[in-house]
């Protein structure tokens, strides 16, 4: 079905873009963890995208995205009031969110949009929600506000100390779980070196840690083959089997390997549509 762009706002100019889409289809099913399946136009490529906010009452549900490739340079041309022809989701299992006491959610670049959807569930669900985020400035830090609305505490980890810990959010995350108190779950959604990173803090002290292998995911129906990983000895596809698993059960460093066969493609790509949008006048 097609969408129609309520609001758009950069939150990064020419990185990062918020839109809020009139979907009213699917903000009724929606719950934290889902992701939609979009085409920009009638012959585009389908990609995945996380539902960072949902909101039942007006038929809405807001996306954010990082322009990577030609698709999402072709997303972020678009404007309010302009249609998106293909929008279809709630797909994906949704988190499993129960009340639990303490949990702590890490997010990372655009990870921090998908986490925030995340923790809005568990504070809703009556958790003591801390969240951690981290970049490499102050000023490509998303959603610090939004989440300071409803999180017990927000940490934040710049690489160059500009806002919060100079570090990077596991050294955030170590020094929130070092004061306590227990902390029942710590789910991360962000780079997949950075949910590695956290896997390796939160194993020793044996907190349950869920990631969101959502940033691995291509055509979004276990079809392409590009988010397969092996979780626990078992193959597994991020799109159809998750995209959310036991942190301390994926094999991270099968996972960094294959993905970076993609990103001189995913560069070539975006460079060449560029080209093509300067000598057309854009």
Not at 39 to 56: F, K, N, S, Y
Not at 84 to 93: E, Q, R, Y
Request: proline share 5%.
């Amino acid at each position: 079905m097609s969408a129609r762009i309520l609001t758009k706002r950069e939150l990064i100019p020419g990185m990062t873009s918020q839109m809020v889409l009139h979907a009213p289809h699917i903000a009724h099913k929606a719950r934290p963890g889902n992701f939609i399946i979009l085409r920009v136009h009638a012959q585009g490529e389908r990609i995945p995208l996380t539902i960072a906010d949902a909101d039942p009452a007006s038929g809405t549900i807001t996306i954010v995205f990082l322009v990577v490739g030609k698709t999402t340079a072709r997303l972020n041309l678009l404007h309010e009031g302009d249609v998106i022809p293909d929008v279809c989701g709630p797909l994906g299992k949704p988190t499993h969110i129960e009340r639990k006491g303490d949990v702590v959610c890490v997010g990372g670049g655009t990870g921090v949009a998908a986490m925030f959807h995340i923790a809005k569930g568990h504070y809703l669900a009556g958790n003591r929600v801390t969240a951690v985020i981290g970049a490499r400035t102050k000023a490509l830090l998303l959603f610090h506000a939004e989440l300071s609305r409803f999180c017990a505490e927000v940490s934040v980890a710049t690489n160059d100390g500009s806002m919060g810990v100079k570090g990077l959010v596991t050294d955030a995350l170590a020094e929130r779980l070092s004061r306590g108190p227990e902390v029942a779950e710590v789910v991360a959604v962000g780079p997949v070196p950075m949910m590695q990173a956290v896997a390796e803090v939160t194993r020793p002290l044996g907190i349950k840690t869920t990631v969101s292998l959502n940033t691995i995911m291509v055509d979004g129906i276990g079809m392409c083959g590009a988010c397969r990983c092996t979780v626990d000895g078992e193959m597994r596809f991020a799109c159809v089997d998750g995209p959310e698993f036991d942190a301390h059960k994926v094999d991270f460093a099968e996972l960094r390997n294959r993905l970076e066969q993609f990103h001189g493609q995913e560069r070539a790509e975006l460079e060449r549509f560029k080209k093509q949008f300067e000598v057309a006048g854009g």
